[in-house]
Nanobody
Framework: QVELVESGGGSVQAGGSLRLSCVVS????????MAWFRQAPGKLREGVAA???????VYQDSVKGRFTISKHNAKNILYLQMNSLKPDDTAMYYC????????????????????RGRGTQVTVSS
């Protein structure tokens, strides 16, 4: 059974940093496309960053230069390092795995990710 468990969320002031982790069990996630999504109250869920099995990364424009997605293949963990956080980054963050071993040129839509975590809350105060 596949399970994704996020951690690392919390409350920080603007300009602060957090590192989110997503432990994946039940499959060798390194082969697949993995991503972070977020959803703020009253807003649509949006893709934040994605990484494919070749290590190619893509980011939403609003987080470029501030967030870094990475993975530890041996430990089956996905990370999201978030620096220079802004109040607009406040949201529930979800990790997800798309069972595709292809390359990416953009962040696939949420509907393409069949394996998903339950989320971790990030709150950034001004």
């Amino acid at each position: 059974q596949v399970e994704l468990v996020e951690s690392g969320g919390g409350s920080v002031q603007a300009g602060g940093s957090l590192r989110l982790s997503c432990v994946v069990s039940g499959l060798a996630a390194r082969r697949y496309v993995m991503a972070w999504f977020r959803q703020a109250p009253g807003k649509l869920r949006e893709g934040v960053a994605a990484i494919d099995g070749y290590g190619t990364t893509v980011y939403q424009d609003s987080v470029k230069g501030r967030f870094t997605i990475s993975k530890h293949n041996a430990k089956n963990i996905l990370y999201l390092q978030m620096n220079s956080l802004k109040p607009d980054d406040t949201a529930m963050y979800y990790c997800a795995v798309q069972l595709s071993a292809g390359t990416i040129s953009g962040i696939p839509g949420w509907e393409f990710f069949t394996e998903r975590g339950r989320g971790t809350q990030v709150t950034v105060s001004s």
